[in-house]
């Protein structure tokens, strides 16, 4: 089946400098990675996904990277704010279920 | 805004007891739902499946008899924790997904439930 690494598991910046979270995968049949974020107490709410026949997806201040052939994808936070403080979890999909990794907790420090 | 309900948010009850959480998707007709448990600063952790109409997969090591799944239609799921016990207070989290390549799973809130 799937496997999911995330790392790293802690990430800690401060209020305005990029934030970085790899995911590698292994089922070259994934062709969906969404990106979660949770925040305490509440279900993880979808905040951007990429499909395989794409490299590259931004949404304002996030992005994510895809490279298919060393199988793994990158979510990218630029000028973080405190309320980017959460956990985020990564994910890869094919026609079935998602496979998650296993979340990183980002602190923004202001 | 939130595409999938989940009920109650928040449950307290006496051990032998049985609680039910229902899981509704709110503005599209979800054929798969899943049900997840997640530990304290941990990820989540698959506990079934469930196709509309159709008898839950559930995933190893999950009793079926005691966590029954019923997705009786195409826009409600329900988890029933039997005779629950203090080592079933956990997170409990579902998620609805539309048919279709490439589509997200929505997650609900999720339901604490802690067993006295």
């Known amino acids: 089946g799937e496997n999911v690494e995330q790392h790293p598991s802690t990430l800690s910046v401060q209020e305005g400098d990029s934030a970085v979270i790899k995911c590698t995968y292994s089922d070259s049949a994934s062709n969906y990675f969404p990106w979660y974020k949770q925040e305490l107490g509440k279900g993880p709410q979808l905040i951007i996904d990429?499909?395989?026949?794409?490299g590259e997806k931004k949404d304002q201040r996030i992005a994510v990277t895809l490279n298919k052939t060393a199988k793994h994808f990158s979510l990218h936070i630029t000028e973080t704010q405190p309320e980017d403080s959460a956990v985020y979890f990564c994910?890869?999909?094919?026609?079935?279920?998602?496979?998650f990794g296993d979340g990183t907790t980002l602190t923004v420090k202001p | 805004g939130a595409v999938v309900s989940q009920h109650p948010s928040w449950v307290i009850c006496k051990s032998g007891t049985s609680v039910k959480i229902e899981c509704r998707s709110l503005?599209?007709?979800?054929?798969?739902m899943f049900w997840y448990r997640q530990f304290p600063k941990q990820s989540l952790m698959l506990m079934a499946t469930s196709n509309e109409g159709s008898k839950a997969t559930y995933e190893q090591g999950v009793e079926k008899d005691k966590f029954l799944i019923n997705h009786a239609s195409l826009t409600l799921s329900t988890l029933t924790v039997t005779s629950a016990h203090p080592e079933d207070s956990s997170f409990y989290i579902c998620?609805?997904?539309?048919?279709?390549?490439?589509?997200?799973?929505?997650f609900g809130d999720g339901t604490r439930l802690s067993i006295l």
């Open positions: 990429i499909r395989s026949n794409v």
């Open positions: 998620s609805a997904l539309w048919t279709g390549p490439g589509q997200p799973q929505h």
């Open positions: 994910a890869a999909k094919d026609a079935g279920k998602s496979t």
């Open positions: 503005d599209f007709q979800a054929t798969t």
